[in-house]
């Protein structure tokens, strides 16, 4: 490995924790730490090694993890309110939502009727012009096109972004790379058997004119490599949507706008992928109309699949979960509906959930926790000694105007640490149900949150507004709002306890809070006046992941210029946990052996995150496309560059986790002696 030698590899040592394994997992899971290893060699399976060999991955799962399963639990207590709601109006339309996805004989009678009405339009559009108005209408409803609409927020404004979208394969290189010739071909299979379901006659041929076109229009997307952290910088195309309206290039821009919604003429417009836009217009004026007509057949049928009668959904499961992620059977269909109805009315559910499940008293715990984790921020960034003074004052300003917000957004429930909060803003209208009209109910749920949205366009920014819903499992930071968001989902035993377990919650929930917070910087160090030694800084890390090749000599390996963000994220994120962490126990007066054992709980606490076992399907989809690393090397790709990790578990040259000190990245101060 070029970018992180280390020297021959010297004698076997006693690991340190064979001094005192209990102390290294004592908390609220049993000892699960594998002995055989040493942590100096490959902690991930140090600490996740037992792990990996008992669990057994569930038929309708194709990866699970720390936060997967966590998802799990959330999602059966999500079923529980969505199966008894309540009989107020809002709680009338959780229930036909479930009901009609629940009945299973109702969508049977129905069969592909319930699509003849847009397949209908979309047979018999005489022209382009009339097909993109079809397209513009099925968009609205959530049916993804060529050009996949977006309302973003910036400093300033909302603004409708347009990014690549409109191929059935899940990344653009897999129509062209000789390697993927088998999944073509298997492709073209599906597309030929839904097109038959969906009453086309010869559909074979029609599957291959709709991988011809696809074909096509994927030479206009970016490859997925292009876009990670250490890629050249591809500003988005800015205008108005009255511009775009105007063009007249080869795609019926003003039809497609008017069926999408009301888009207002001053509305920014941003095209998010250089050239892109020229190609679609290209793409849309010379493929023949009747290939555009059974690629929007195509696009329609896909995106309905998983409401269909069971022949259709079975060919849907088919290829995108068995063939492309190994997952062997579906999901419950309990726990699909309840899915859907979040889907279409997640912001009715979302407040049940946090009546339900969100703790005053847990709300007030992660509060405090991410205040100390801000202030450990400003300190390892006012130490940080690469940076141009310019440069450290414009991040210390930016830190200091960062927006934390936990549980939910803009909440009104008890004990929210932000009293002179405002409410939440008016909301998407109320959705119409019916619950004997499953198809109705999709297309309607879609398009209420879709209005809504556009409805944001030329308006300031509401520093109210979550991208995601309460009860989701997850964590982002937006730069727009320069927001980090903690969903209540997440403020849950394993990730935090509350006070009850300080090292779990600065090593899982604290390192999450950090790695969103450098999302932040990141993009400010690539783009601000200290670019050029940024770049020299991580240039070695991006080539540390690329030699990285989960599936082993001539497989796929990682990319370290995709990755690379979040790979920054990652080791500035445990950083900052680690030193916040380290301030807890020194205000505790915890020092010495003490201060040790729970410096390596730390350690083994974080790497937890990192336990997961995935299909080998699933790992090579996420090679292809994912801007994370996998897991075993978001654990053992980070702790090398953590001087932290080196004291707690007398790491040295000639152990495998070991890189030279002139190959660790640093970008954020370590803690203070």
Not at 164 to 191: F, I, K, N, T
Not at 466 to 491: D, K, M, S
Request: hydrophobic share 40%; aromatic share 8%; net charge positive.
């Amino acid at each position: 490995m070029t970018t992180a030698p280390t020297a021959a590899r010297a004698p076997a040592r006693p690991s340190a924790a064979t001094l005192d394994p209990a102390a290294e997992a004592h908390g609220t899971e049993p000892p699960l730490l594998d002995l055989s290893v040493r942590p100096q060699d490959d902690f991930h399976q140090y600490a996740s090694g037992r792990w990996a060999e008992g669990f057994v991955l569930p038929e309708h799962r194709a990866e699970a993890t720390m936060l997967s399963l966590l998802a799990e639990q959330v999602q059966e207590e999500v079923a529980a309110l969505v199966r008894a709601p309540g009989t107020d109006p809002d709680g009338r339309r959780i229930t036909d939502l479930y009901t009609s996805f629940m009945d299973e004989p109702r969508i049977e009678e129905l069969g592909v009727g319930a699509l003849a009405g847009d397949l209908v339009a979309i047979r018999t559009a005489p022209d382009r012009r009339a097909l993109a108005r079809v397209l513009g209408r099925l968009q609205a409803q959530g049916v993804t096109g060529a050009a996949a609409p977006a309302v973003t927020v910036d400093t300033r404004e909302y603004v409708l972004d347009l990014t690549p979208s409109g191929l059935g394969l899940p990344s653009a290189s897999l129509y062209r790379e000789a390697r993927s010739g088998r999944l073509r071909e298997r492709y073209a299979v599906h597309v030929a058997a839904m097109l038959s379901l969906a009453g086309l006659p010869d559909a074979e041929s029609a599957a291959a004119r709709v991988l011809r076109a696809e074909t096509l229009l994927s030479g206009g997307h970016i490859p997925p490599d292009s876009t990670g952290a250490g890629a050249p910088d591809i500003p988005p195309v800015p205008g108005t949507a009255a511009e775009l309206a105007n063009r007249d290039r080869g795609f019926p821009w003003p039809q497609w706008l008017e069926e999408l919604g009301p888009v207002p003429g001053a509305a920014r417009v941003r095209i998010r992928s250089a050239g892109f836009l020229e190609a679609l217009e290209h793409w849309w004026a010379t493929t023949p109309l009747e290939s555009l007509r059974l690629w929007l057949v195509w696009r329609y049928v896909h995106e309905m699949a998983p409401f269909g009668p069971r022949r259709m959904f079975c060919e849907h499961f088919s290829f995108y979960w068995r063939d492309l992620t190994g997952v062997r059977r579906p999901w419950p269909r309990r726990l699909r509906a309840t899915a859907f109805v979040q889907t279409a009315a997640g912001d009715l559910v979302g407040a049940r959930y946090l009546r339900t499940h969100l703790d005053p008293h847990t709300l007030r715990a992660a509060t405090a926790l991410v205040n100390r984790l801000a202030t450990a921020f400003r300190d390892r960034l006012a130490g940080a000694d690469w940076q141009s003074p310019a440069g450290r004052a414009a991040d210390l300003a930016l830190l200091a105007g960062m927006r934390f917000d936990l549980g939910g957004p803009a909440a009104d429930h008890p004990g929210h640490p932000r009293p002179g909060r405002p409410g939440p803003p008016a909301g998407p209208g109320p959705l119409v149900t019916d619950p004997a009209d499953l198809m109705g109910n999709v297309k309607r749920g879609r398009a209420r949150l879709f209005a809504h949205q556009l409805s944001r366009l030329g308006g300031p920014p509401d520093p109210a507004e979550w991208r995601v819903l309460p009860q989701a499992v997850t964590a982002y930071y937006r730069h727009g709002l320069n927001q980090v968001v903690v969903p209540a989902g997440l403020l849950r035993p394993p990730v935090f306890t509350a006070g009850a377990d300080p090292a779990r919650d600065h090593a899982v929930l604290g390192a999450i809070v950090c790695h969103e917070m450098a999302h932040a910087f990141v993009r400010a160090w690539r783009t601000g006046a200290d670019r050029a030694e940024f770049d020299r800084r991580t240039a070695t890390l991006a080539a540390q992941y690329d030699h990285y090749a989960p599936e082993g000599p001539g497989g796929r390996r990682v990319s370290g210029a995709r990755t690379l963000a979040e790979n920054i994220a990652d080791i500035a994120g445990l950083t900052v946990a680690q030193a916040a962490f380290e301030e807890h126990l020194a205000s505790c007066g915890v020092t010495g052996a003490a201060r040790h054992r729970e410096l390596r709980r730390f350690f083994v606490l974080w790497a937890s995150m990192w336990r997961a076992k995935r299909t080998p399907e699933r790992m090579r989809e996420r090679l292809e496309n994912d801007t994370h690393a996998p897991p075993r090397f978001r654990c053992n790709g980070v702790l090398g560059h953590i001087p932290g990790f080196y004291e707690a578990f007398g790491v040295g040259e000639g152990d495998r986790m070991y890189i030279r000190p002139a190959y660790r990245l640093t970008l954020m101060a370590p803690r203070s002696e």
